[in-house]
């Protein structure tokens, strides 16, 4: 800013002409008005209110001015340019806000459109209800059993009491390892786990036995010859048919909800008693039996759906297993999970749960079982 | 086990008002599995009557046919006119009419219809066509057998012919022999309705007696053996209507007479009997082993070589019979037979069982014997066809009877009486312990006392149909049969505190929620290999792939053996999904693979009645052989398919890869790569995978060779991964190291390097992290570039340093000398700084 400058005459210098300030404000407020760009505003900023502005020239002149008039024109001046910043201010405002909203509508998309991270991947329903079903009694506090599957004849049937010619031994069912007489077999139930368990472990035994099990069977919708069940066994002392009963109910309700089971005294060689398990009916609750209006898919108006079997251990299993019969009893129970998915899920066809089909592996999403 | 429920009526006193439905319930909660309870004679309908033929005319028609135009009563007031093609009937013969409105099986609509120039009004019926059987030869001739009545004109046939009856179908299990039978299942019908039960078997076997036809046993496998002779039989009576509907409603085909009298006690009874015509038998009939070389003829007209362990029946002439299987077809009964010698003999289980096996040859009365006969029913059995052959047939019993041998005395086991209550967890005390088991003919005496059993102990001895009843146990299942299960309160009993999943368990899990959750889809194949599938991967002779477990009776030829790498059950599921037009895919399985021991190995099989020794479980598993999980992987098609955001990504090696690294970080460990060559891989873009830590190989992944994809119907450049699982799982770390965090500036420094091609990335990258020393935070390769400032075999690799120390900002000449000593340290790979 300059200094004063005695060399001026008073009279002659704009910041005394009230009505030549004015102008400038007017003139500085409507450029700011025209302006509809920060690039623009910028322009009339420069124009207005920069260093060379007239507003900037005139206030320089007032440094000349005698004490008295140069009270007046600085006062004068002054007011003039804070008018003139407000309406710098105000208007930038408008222009900013007016861009921003330019820009976040031309930025719009079209956010229906389809996104992915990458390719849809998925855990196969089998494997996913045999982990719900571990869930479930892990948090009771049993653990989970694992064994071969290629397994020694002697764990798969001798140890579980089903005598050397007992009809599942025979080649229709069991499929065998050669060279003959090796006396190797693909187990064809997870039972000899529930043996390797005894014979590796004292009791208290409480462990579920999921895995793949083999069968000479025939293939189609409702049989495979490979497929998985899940083996439970319990051995304690004073362990009794109504702790089976027990075990079995809540299990029904953790799978299904409101449902429970029923058992039907059956044969089984490593349990005596035997029985096979039935689910009452988790969709119909048994409605639809005899009630042909009201037809149950579920259960096929049956009321019960046949899940699987179970028992209380046979002495001669806890035996050659080295449990004590006197000491413990247990019970063991198991059913087929391909025939769970079955009528849990609705799938209709078991050959299209080993065919790898992407559609199948797909079916059930996310934590949905 | 086909049981009409008016049959089950004889023998047990059913309330007549219970339905075939409930008497189901009944036996179902007894433990028997009813499969179906079915409604016999529920498909003919309407005015089905006994009519009689008052006349006919035969008329020959222009197509060559004769029917006979008939008058028929059925007992209205006039005669009906009815046309009938068939010829064995006579005027005067009873028929069966289904008049118009009738509906026969098959939705067969009966109406008054014009045929051959008459309005035939009804229709004469065969056995067939009112679903009585086969016989479609002519129309059924009523005629009334011994003890029936004659039937009148226009009464319903349906009771003349027993068509209304129901049928329970039981599943029968294996210990329950003795439910083969009407007298079986009519005792537990009686049980389970809590009605009286009159036993068909009403008479006890005597003491030995030898008057009637010469028998001898000469066999351990059997016990007893009754013989009886009816002569004087007239060949040429058929079987009352009421037999072979019986016979008809059990699922068994009417024969002749003398069989289906034999098939019918059986049915009553569950003694299975034979029958010889007398004339064709020479001499003492011998219960005994065969002999080397000896043949039979069966029944079937099956000519049997026998061997020793076969029980069979022989005359003088040699084995006229595999016993308790099937008879010979020498002494068959035929259509001229008027004496017969009955047999009815108890053979043990477990020899016919085998001998069925080994003849493969399975009948009515094997499947009995193989389950357990009553051995104390046989001479009631053989008195009961013989007095229906008498009845029938007009034969004579000889007064003269032959029973050689004696019933074997069930054995009597010690049962605790506090057993059933402490293993059903359900109050049953001694006294209803004592009631059930003798209600279902246990004989029940008080033990001997012992300090140990408060409610005393007790003897029980098994009826002699139920050989099933052997351990205490036994007896516990059938009181708790008899109690209910349902009457038990459940309770669920309380487990130890667990520790949850395995680590193993948690990781395997992890890795598959890891790669299902980056693209991967997970199948399940069948584990099945074949030494050809090994040749077109083209796994050299010597790898351990090679070393395959063989099924002695595969379900496929194709497939003879079990799998020793996941990969080509994942080539079918690829070509399944590309058949159906599915063709991005990235199938993962994870599953067992089973290779052979080095020399085969027996699974010794030591005796039940303990624990085996350590040694022997060893053994076991030694002739297991190996069986490790793998994980693998195969990738076709795009692994992003194009669209509106750009291009396709094809699926390739790096996706294998990348894999492989997600399921080693699922599990907190980490791989290194290395080229290699390696079957079913491309030999220039195969990784062999090694864990970062120990170093151990764990597997390979890369683009298959072309040759593989050809052979197996895979699309060109399809990728894999195969890895062993439970080496990655087992190489996790236990527990996870958190490192303190410097928030000291970072110093970025790129490098560009210069090397021959055949330099391996990972190698340049390891120099550079040795040569910088602990300041380094990370070095990430940004850039391949291959141009004319590289040169020939060349490539120019670039990659990104950072450095920060833990405690202080970097210097420039701090960051400067790790950098040059990075640098530095790729020389020995023939690195050269790129500097322009």
């Known amino acids: 800013m300059s200094g004063p400058n005695k060399n001026y005459d008073p009279v002659q210098v704009t910041p005394l002409n009230a009505d030549e300030v004015e102008a400038m404000v007017q003139a500085a407020t409507a450029a700011f008005a025209e302006a509809t760009s920060t690039a623009e505003l910028k322009a009339a900023r420069l124009a207005h209110a920069g260093e060379r502005s007239p507003i900037a020239l005139a206030n320089r002149e007032i440094g000349a001015l005698p004490p008295q008039a140069r009270k007046d024109a600085g006062a004068r001046v002054g007011r003039a340019r804070g008018a003139i910043n407000a309406a710098l201010k105000a208007r930038e405002a408008e222009v900013v806000a007016a861009e921003l909203e330019r820009t976040l509508r031309e930025e719009r998309v079209d956010v229906t459109l389809p996104v992915a991270l990458g390719p849809v991947g998925a855990v196969h329903p089998i494997t996913g209800l045999m982990h719900l079903v571990e869930d479930v ?146 969709v119909c609750h048994g409605d639809s039996v005899g009630n042909p209006d009201r037809p149950c898919k579920t259960c096929r108006s049956e009321g019960w759906i046949e899940w699987g079997g179970c028992g209380v251990v046979n002495p001669r299993v806890l035996a050659a297993c080295g449990v004590d019969p006197e ?43 | 086990m086909k049981a009409p429920v008016s049959w089950l009526r004889d023998v047990a006193a059913l309330p007549a008002d219970l339905t075939g439905r409930q008497l189901s319930d009944a036996l179902v909660r007894a433990g028997l599995e009813v499969e179906t309870v079915e409604e016999a004679g529920a498909d003919v309908q309407g005015p089905v009557v006994v009519g009689r033929v008052l006349d006919f005319t035969p008329e020959e028609h222009s197509n060559g046919k004769t029917i006979r135009w008939c008058s028929v009563d059925v007992g209205e007031e006039q005669p009906r006119g009815i046309v009938c093609g068939a010829p064995n009937f ?22 008054a219809r014009r045929t051959y120039g008459h309005v035939s009004d009804g229709m004469i019926c065969s056995a067939r066509e009112l679903g009585l059987g086969d016989d479609h030869s002519g129309i059924m001739v009523l005629t009334a057998a011994a003890g029936e009545a004659e039937p009148v004109p226009g009464q319903d046939a349906r009771p003349v012919l027993r068509l209304d009856d129901e049928v329970l179908d039981i599943a029968v299990t294996p210990d ?51 013989a009886l002779t009816v002569t004087g039989l007239d060949p040429s009576r058929p079987s009352p209507r009421w037999l072979t509907r019986r016979l008809q409603l059990a699922g068994m085909r009417p024969i002749s007479l ?123 059995a053989a008195h009961r066809a013989a007095a229906l052959l008498v009845e029938l047939a007009g034969g004579s019993l000889e007064t003269g009877e032959t029973v050689v041998g004696t019933v074997p005395v069930p054995p009597v086991t010690r049962l605790d009486a506090s057993l059933p209550e402490r293993i059903l967890g359900t109050p049953v005390d ?26 005393g102990v007790l003897s029980v001895r098994p009826p002699t149909w139920r050989p099933d009843l052997r351990d205490p146990y036994d007896y516990v299942e059938e009181v708790g049969r008899l109690v209910g299960f349902e009457t038990i309160t459940p309770v669920v009993p309380l487990a130890p505190p667990g520790r949850g999943l395995t680590r193993s368990q948690r990781d395997r899990r992890a890795v598959t929620a890891r790669l299902a959750a980056v693209g991967a889809v997970e199948v399940l194949t069948f584990p099945f290999g074949s030494v050809a599938e090994l040749d077109r991967l083209g796994v050299p002779a010597d790898d351990r792939r090679r070393s395959l477990n063989t099924l002695l009776n595969p379900l496929s030829d194709t497939q003879p053996s079990l799998r020793t790498t996941l990969l080509p059950g994942l080539f079918s599921a690829v070509t399944r999904n590309t058949s159906r037009g599915l063709d991005d895919l990235a199938l993962f399985e994870t599953g067992a693979v089973f ?175 040795r040569g910088a020393g602990p300041l380094l935070e990370s ?46 340290a790729t020389a020995e790979l023939g690195a050269v700084q790129r500097t322009e």
């Open chain 1, 137 to 282: 009694f892990v948090a009771m506090g049993w653990e989970v059993a694992e064994g071969p599957e290629l397994e020694a004849e002697w764990l798969n049937f001798d140890a579980l009491n089903f005598v050397p010619d007992h009809p599942a031994r025979t080649l229709q069912d069991t499929l065998f390892v050669g060279p003959e007489g090796s006396n190797r077999v693909l187990r064809t139930h997870t039972s000899p786990v529930q043996a390797r368990t005894m014979l590796t472990r004292e009791p208290p035994i409480y462990v579920i036995c999921p895995g793949k099990v083999y069968r000479a069977d025939e293939y189609d919708a409702t049989h495979t010859p490979v497929f998985h069940q899940i083996e439970g066994l319990v051995v304690d002392r004073g362990i009794t048919l109504a702790h089976l009963r027990g075990t079995l109910d809540h299990f029904a309700k953790a799978m299904f909800g409101d449902t429970r089971t029923r058992m039907r005294p059956n044969y089984f060689p490593f349990t005596e008693p035997s029985a096979e398990v039935d689910l009452l009916c988790f």
């Open chain 1, 327 to 369: 000491e413990y009893s247990g019970f063991a129970f198991g059913m087929g999970v391909e025939r769970t998915l079955m009528f849990r899920n609705n799938a209709e066809d078991m050959r299209d749960m080993v065919e790898g089909d992407v559609r199948f592996s797909r079916s059930l999403v996310g934590t949905a079982r």
């Open chain 2, 90 to 111: 006579a005027v005067g013969d009873l028929v069966v009419v289904a008049l118009p409105g009738a509906r026969l099986p098959g939705d067969f609509e009966i109406a």
């Open chain 2, 176 to 226: 329950r022999g003795y439910c083969l039978s009407i007298r079986g299942l009519g005792r537990e019908a009686a049980q389970a309705t809590g009605t009286r039960f009159t036993d068909p078997v009403d008479r006890p076997v005597p003491a030995p007696v030898a008057e009637g036809y010469p028998v001898a046993i000469e066999s351990d496998a059997c016990s007893v053996f009754t």
């Open chain 2, 258 to 380: 003398v069989v289906d009298v034999a098939n019918h006690v059986m049915l009553e009874t569950g003694q299975p009997l034979h029958t010889y015509d007398a004339s064709a038998l020479a001499g003492t009939v011998v219960a005994r082993q065969a002999r080397r070389g000896e043949k039979l003829r069966t029944l079937d007209d099956t000519a049997r070589a026998l061997d020793e362990s076969d029980l069979v029946i022989a005359d003088d002439s040699g084995p006229i019979g595999l016993a308790g299987v099937m008879g010979g077809a020498a002494s068959e009964v035929t259509s001229a037979t008027t004496s017969v010698v009955i047999e009815a003999a108890a053979f043990d289980a477990l020899t016919l069982a085998r001998t069925s096996r080994r003849h493969k040859l399975s009948s009515e009365a094997s499947r009995r014997y193989e389950r357990g006969v009553d051995p104390a029913a046989g001479y009631a």
């Open chain 2, 430 to 455: 001694r006294a209803q312990v004592e009631e059930l088991l003798a209600a279902v003919g246990v004989e029940v005496r008080p033990g001997p006392e012992e300090p140990g059993a408060p409610d």
């Open chain 2, 595 to 769: 290779f052979a021991p080095d020399e085969p190995l027996v699974a010794p099989r030591p005796p039940v009645d303990r624990r085996p020794d350590e040694a022997d479980l060893a053994r076991m598993d030694d002739a297991l052989g190996d069986q490790p999980r793998m994980l693998a992987v195969v990738l076709t098609g795009d692994w992003v398919r194009a669209g509106w955001q750009g291009p396709a990504r094809p699926a390739s090696w790096t996706q294998a890869v990348a894999l492989a690294e997600e399921a080693a970080a699922a599990v907190g460990t980490a791989l290194d790569r290395r080229p290699v060559e390696h079957a079913p891989w491309h030999p220039g873009r195969c990784a062999e995978l090694r864990l970062a830590q120990t170093d151990v190989v764990v597997g390979h992944a890369g683009e298959l060779h072309p040759q593989v994809c050809a052979a197996f119907g895979l699309p060109p450049r399809t990728s894999a991964l195969e890895l062993e699982l439970d080496v990655l799982v087992a190489a996790a770390p236990d527990r996870g190291d958190i490192a303190p965090l410097s928030s000291y500036p970072v110093a970025k420094e790129d490098v560009a390097l210069v090397v021959d091609e055949s330099v391996a990335a990972e190698d340049v990258a390891d120099a550079l992290r």
């Open chain 2, 779 to 824: 070095v990430e390769l940004f850039d391949v570039f291959r141009g004319a400032q590289t040169g020939e075999g060349k490539k120019s690799l670039a990659y990104a340093l950072r450095f920060r120390a833990e405690g202080r900002t970097l210097t420039a000449a701090e960051v400067n000398e790790a950098r040059d000593a990075a640098v530095a």
